[in-house]
Nanobody, 129 residues
């Protein structure tokens, strides 16, 4: 698996905001589907947001309308903007990239833990009251 370089994260109070970044593979063909996952202590990894190569996105219900996934125009950097943070958002966040297009279900890229080819190193997000 390839390695993606993440940055951002940190500690904020409830209701605060953070922005995570992830350097995509230099070859755009290796990042046709990109996603953000998170794993809280004692929990399984869960998909948070996904973006397909055509720009279509999908979000977990728990973060919808609060988080925004995006890529820059050159498709070299993946972002996750986290707003209205809640204590339950605290976790290690990982970015992932795959050389295949996202699985599409009902017209939206699916939030599935598929066999992504590249992963970021993880970054901690802490939310305090």
């Amino acid at each position: 698996q390839g390695q993606l370089m993440q940055s951002g994260g940190g500690s904020v109070r409830v209701g605060g905001s953070l922005k995570l970044s992830c350097a995509a593979p230099r070859n755009p063909s290796r990042s046709l589907c990109m996603a953000w996952f998170r794993q809280a202590s004692g929990n399984e990894r869960e998909a948070v947001a996904v973006i397909d190569n055509d720009g279509s996105t999908n979000y977990a219900e728990s973060v919808k309308d609060r988080f925004t996934i995006s890529k820059d125009n050159a498709k070299t950097t993946l972002y996750l903007e986290l707003n209205g943070l809640k204590p339950e958002d605290a976790a290690v966040y990982y970015c992932a990239a795959d050389r295949d297009r996202c699985t599409v279900i009902n017209g939206y890229p699916a939030l599935v833990d598929k066999d992504y080819t590249s992963w970021g190193q993880g970054t901690q997000v802490t939310v305090s009251a």
